[in-house]
């Protein structure tokens, strides 16, 4: 008898599942039969999500009591089962190895995070999808194939959103590790930091620029670096943090990865500990994806509805993501500004908001992340994916069952 449980909320509570129940395989044999006699199924995976990507009105499936194995294979590392960053970093650390770069924080699954294109920050950094160089995928019949670079659907399921099928596994490229530092600066003024974004966001390996809009003593720049403290930022007034950081109206409690002193990679570039809280907890999140060429006018467009939606307001985060080739990605063959916002844990609130923002930013062929609020139509959502209508084909090819299609890919992308 396959384990089940209550299917619960996202990870802030912003939004409960509508699926009946989680089930919980115990090996493969067990997901086929759940996969093969689904007729509507998707992947609860670290469920940090705030939107309904991962939901539907029938059943779940958590690959949380499946084994996990992590498996270096020449400079490539497999990843099986629900493995968070968390605790692939360590692993691959001690064979000398390194990801090219992680999220804010290392709680999330490598299989959700790909699958959305999740991302840090850098301006020749690619998102965390670019590191993926093959899938294993559990079809609707509950057959497994390998999903690598040479196969027709590689680019279009490294960033899936889980429309192909149950991802049981995901062959990440890895590099020779190496030491990161980082440090908080306050003081950098706004018309340096919108005004030369070139400056700011390409001065360090990757770079964090979190803002409230109006109040300077909240603007923060946050750089991760692989020589020591960088001199630019204190080059433009910017100031050192001491242990009490306040990322805009987040207050952090001792959540933060250490500061002013060289570490691996995988302890410095999230922000946020492993061991610990990450962010705020009570909150939603929403982020939007603008050509980095346009940052100066989109962050002006921004700024100036600013007031309108400042009540509901934590912070903004600032990154940039590195172009890629893969169809779905914020960053398809584009080098890109992510506009991130941490908003109160009010969702007609943040609903209400969002449109504005929406429509400031629709000059610059803006799209959404996958995995957070937004309100785009899905027209419009789809007017800025050139090879969306490749993507669907393929998801169909797939999936021709529609098992793993939901409300959320037919409303967003048609399919």
């Not at 390998?146 to 399921?157: G, L």
């Not at 785009?376 to 797939?398: K, N, W």
């Amino acid at each position: 008898m396959i384990q089940t449980r209550e299917a619960g909320a996202t990870w802030s509570g912003n939004h409960r599942y509508r699926a009946t129940e989680v089930l919980l395989p115990s090996d493969f044999d067990e997901l086929a039969e759940v996969v093969a006699s689904a007729d509507s199924l998707r992947v609860q995976a670290t469920r940090h999500t705030f939107n309904d990507v991962a939901d539907c009105d029938a059943s779940l499936v958590s690959l949380e009591r499946l084994p996990t194995r992590i498996e270096m294979i020449d400079d490539r590392v497999r990843v099986e089962g629900l493995v968070t960053f968390a605790q692939l970093a360590p692993v691959i650390e001690a064979e000398g190895r390194a990801l090219h770069n992680l999220g804010s924080l290392p709680h999330i699954s490598v299989a959700g995070a790909t699958a959305t294109g999740t991302h840090g920050s850098g301006v020749r950094n690619g998102n965390l999808s670019s590191a993926v160089r093959a899938l294993e995928i559990m079809d609707a019949e509950g057959h497994t194939q390998r999903i690598d670079q040479t196969h027709e659907w590689f680019p279009a399921a490294a960033v899936g959103i889980g429309a192909f099928g149950v991802v049981t596994a995901v062959e990440l490229q890895t590099e020779p590790t190496y030491e990161v530092t980082q440090q908080a600066y306050t003081g950098v003024s706004w018309s340096d930091i919108a005004g030369d974004p070139e400056r700011v966001f390409g001065g360090s390996r990757s770079v964090s620029v979190f803002t409230t809009w109006g109040d300077p003593a909240h603007d923060l720049i946050w750089a991760k670096s692989d020589d020591g403290d960088p001199a630019w930022v204190e080059e433009l007034g910017g100031q050192p943090v001491g242990d009490d950081i306040h990322l805009g109206r987040i207050r952090t409690v001792d959540n933060t990865t250490p500061r002013a002193t060289p570490g691996p990679w995988h302890t410095r570039l999230p922000h946020f500990r492993a061991d610990a809280l990450p962010s705020d907890g009570d909150e939603i999140q929403s982020e939007y994806f603008v050509p980095f060429a346009s940052a100066r006018e989109a962050l002006a467009a921004v700024r100036a509805i600013a007031p309108a939606f400042d009540a509901h307001l934590l912070v903004t985060e600032l990154r940039t993501v590195a172009a890629d080739e893969l169809w779905l990605s914020p960053a398809y063959q584009r080098d890109v500004l992510a506009i991130h916002f941490t908003w109160r844990n009010d969702t007609a609130g943040v609903l209400g908001v969002l449109p504005a923002i929406e429509a400031a930013l629709a000059p610059f062929e803006v799209r959404p992340h996958w995995g957070k609020a937004f309100t785009m139509p899905g027209a419009d959502v789809r007017a800025t994916l050139e090879r969306v209508d490749e993507f669907v084909g393929a998801a169909r090819a797939a999936d021709p069952r529609g098992v793993f299609r939901n409300d959320f890919l037919r409303r967003t992308l048609g399919l």
